[in-house]
């Protein structure tokens, strides 16, 4: 069977969980099976087919996995904001078409050789910096929960920072390509490790420290985190050398402890993950962590049921704040237990493993380390909304890949996808 025709297939058991999803959601807010859930179904999997036809035509050889997982995603994640609230989930299923557009025209310009990027690495950084700084500037950011994450431009608003991490991805793997093998065999030998010189080191780590400032600037601090990770695992895979690992990781801890007692924001942030439940704190910022913990207990192993999760009380009040983007774990977890939320981690698992083998599949370092990098930043980006809400990490306002509500990160992750199947296709051709 082709990969095409393996992907056609795949499509399958994503509408039909968008079908019975939308048909479980009826019947719990109106006791009656609805048709429009069939219809639901139908656009979705005809938006889908287009898009798998449209591959099958530009890319033919990309990896046939890749676009049914995310469409897996995309369908769980509209019926979950729809059973949330129904208007925002017609901007979901808005935002949606918006992805496939910015995906398909993302694949059109770069069909014919995506390694065209490298030229513009400089001019990717600084745009990917503009944007990360864009909401702190007067009259069009917004400060939400501590956190400058948002600009508004008329009707649209956006975070830009959901961009910018596909741009710093690319920069950092077209300057990783070209100078690696200097980073490994000049420099100096210091208690031994070899030191990169500066004039090779030096631009590379200053638009690092630019990112991490920027992203400490802004408090958003779940970016800040992806940024960090997503440039470690790129330095070890470009270098081959766990020392380079360390001595981020050793300046990381170091940055924590001073960004810990200097930032206020974040201070009570890491207060509130130690103990939520503190007088003084659980009324405050650690209800939102509280509620989410509260949420995951009461689902259990197999849930309390689909649509079965009380989320507001009879005034209107909300017990789970902020349940369509940074708790929508928590919502899965209540209504589907344990055992439906490890099926959402094995899913984005298996999205991170197929992007991982893109990589290992790739002719050219810049594809390899390309591909890694997306990979790397996508499953950083579950980690932080996941390790937040079961509170192995301080908990940021991250979104959850296709699942949470959110356009930018729709769009941005689309295009992240489209990217992945680029490279795909370039190692799976026959040469």
Same mark, same amino acid.
């Given at each position: ?10 499509? #399958? ?69 729809? @059973? #949330?609230?129904?208007?925002?989930? *017609? ?14 025209? !993302?694949? $059109?310009?770069? @069909? ?8 513009? /690495? ?18 069009? +950011? ?27 991805? #690319? ?27 500066? /004039? ?8 690092? %420290? ?19 990770? +997503? ?18 990781? %050793? ?18 942030? =890491? ?31 197999? &849930?309390?049921?689909? +649509? ?6 009879? &005034? ?21 237990? $344990? ?5 959402? =981690? ?7 493993? *197929? ?12 594809? !390899?380390?390309?591909?890694?990098? $997306? !990979? ?10 996941? +390790?937040?809400?079961? @509170? ?22 689309? =295009? ?5 199947? $680029?490279?795909?296709?370039?190692? @799976?051709?026959?040469?």
């Amino acid at each position: 069977m082709s990969e095409r025709n393996r992907e056609l297939l795949g499509l #399958i058991p994503a509408s039909l969980l968008v079908t019975g999803g939308f048909a479980a959601v009826f019947i719990q807010e109106q006791d009656r099976l609805s048709d429009l859930s069939l219809t639901y179904g139908a656009i979705f999997l005809g938006l889908c087919v287009v898009a798998h036809v449209f591959l099958r035509f530009t890319l033919p050889h990309a990896d046939p996995y890749l676009f049914p997982l995310v469409a897996l995603l995309a369908c769980f994640g509209l019926v979950m904001v729809y @059973r #949330i609230d129904e208007d925002l989930a *017609r901007d979901q299923a808005q935002w949606f078409v918006a992805g496939l557009i910015a995906f398909a025209a !993302t694949i $059109l310009v770069l @069909r014919r050789d995506y390694r065209v990027l490298e030229r513009y /690495r400089y001019t990717i950084a600084a745009v990917s910096l503009l944007l990360l700084v864009l909401p702190r500037f007067p009259g069009i +950011g917004a400060q939400v929960n501590g956190a400058y994450l948002g600009v508004k431009l008329g009707p649209i608003s956006f975070q830009p920072a959901e961009l910018a991490k596909i741009g710093i991805v #690319i920069f950092l793997a077209s300057y990783l390509r070209d100078y690696r093998q200097v980073m490994v065999v000049g420099g100096r030998r210091f208690l031994g490790l070899t030191i990169p010189p500066m /004039r090779t080191l030096g631009p590379l780590l200053l638009v690092w %420290a630019a990112a991490m400032l920027l992203l400490v600037f802004i408090r958003d601090l779940g970016s800040s985190l992806m940024f960090f990770g +997503g440039f470690l695992a790129l330095l070890y895979v470009a270098t081959n050398r766990i020392s380079f690992v360390a001595i981020g990781l %050793a300046l990381f801890g170091a940055g924590a402890v001073f960004v810990a007692n200097t930032v206020g924001h974040v201070q009570d942030r =890491i207060t509130t993950w130690l103990d939520p439940f503190q007088p003084g704190v659980v009324d405050k910022e650690g209800y939102q962590i509280a509620q989410a913990l509260f949420a995951q207990a009461d689902g259990g192993v197999l &849930g309390v049921g689909f +649509g079965q999760a009380l989320l507001e009380l009879p &005034g209107g009040a909300k017990i789970l704040p902020a349940a369509e983007t940074d708790l929508i774990y928590a919502v899965i977890t209540d209504e589907l237990g $344990l055992a439906g939320a490890c099926a959402l =981690i094995l899913v984005y698992l298996l999205f991170s493993e *197929r992007g991982f083998k893109t990589a290992l599949l790739a002719r050219d370092s810049f594809s !390899t380390l390309l591909a890694t990098g $997306l !990979t790397a930043v996508f499953a950083l980006q579950v980690f932080v909304i996941v +390790g937040g809400v079961t @509170r192995v990490i301080p908990l940021t306002g991250v979104t959850l890949p296709f699942v949470s509500y959110g356009g930018s990160s729709i769009v941005a992750n689309f =295009i992240l996808l489209a990217l992945l199947l $680029l490279v795909s296709n370039r190692a @799976r051709s026959p040469a």
